[in-house]
């Protein structure tokens, strides 16, 4: 069979295999202008679909965590839209659930009895690869390290409104209603690799801070940048535990949680797991 006889073939595929799989990889965001399909990690998220990346958010109702993290901060800008961070690449994410039993051993018998003490969702570990393009996907990328940076802190020092306070609960969502859907979780470690080996792209910032004569800082000098460096391809892992108040517990009901009805959809619910 001759080359061209190859491409005449390719080329009229139709409702082929070839189209079949475009339009799977079309309909999991992955865009392509050619036959060819060239897939890129995209930091941005989709306007059209649900975005069921797993990400960790400032929630919705916390104005003053929001102010104190993201408003008019330029290093944290990229993540404004998401209010937190995301896994552009799918995650290893490790759950465990647990039922704790107490053994009560009873004199003349061969097995003890397990007496009922209490569940838990243990911590769970998040780990994903961050790959890095261009220096658009570098400023997301010293976004996200700072971000985890931040809320891995007390509000503490000359914090005036919220001194005191311990690191801010953020709500953590991903692959759908039935598996993640803002669950309050705390932020226990986290740790970023950054390989040998891996080239790294520059990117700056405007952080500097600039001050009105004997005022306090009242925004950011667009002439004076930082300049980052970021890894073409890290680890990002991030070990969360799940965590509720007492008024959210007592409106727990397992047939109501059997049924999916407390995954957090709702808009002033949390996400039971």
Known sequence: ????????????????????????????????????????????????????????QIPNGADAVYDSILANNELLAPLVPSRGIFWPLTPAVVIQHSAN???????????????????????????????????????????????????????????????????????????????????????????VELRPGIDYISTKQSNSPYRQSNGPDVGFDINAESQTWAPTLSNISVLVTPIYSRESIKNFSLSQFARGELNGKGTDEIGFI
């Open 1 to 56: 069979m001759a080359f061209g006889d190859i491409g005449k073939i390719v080329k009229n595929v139709g409702g082929g295999i070839f189209n079949k799989t475009l339009g799977r990889l079309t309909g999991a965001g992955i865009s392509t202008d050619s036959r060819i399909v060239q897939s890129r990690a995209k930091w941005s998220g989709r306007s059209d679909k649900t975005d069921w990346r797993v990400r960790l």
């Open 101 to 191: 039993y107490n053994p009560l051993a009873q004199t003349h018998s061969n097995y003890p009895f397990q007496a009922y003490q209490n569940s838990q969702v243990d911590s769970m570990n998040i780990i994903g690869e961050f790959p890095v393009q261009n220096s658009d996907d570098a400023k997301h990328w010293v976004a996200t390290v700072n971000f985890l940076r931040t809320i891995t802190k007390m509000y503490f020092g000359k914090e005036q409104a919220l001194k005191g306070n311990p690191p801010p609960i953020m709500h953590m969502s991903g692959y759908g209603d039935h598996m993640f859907s803002k669950v309050p979780v705390i932020v226990n470690t986290f740790n």
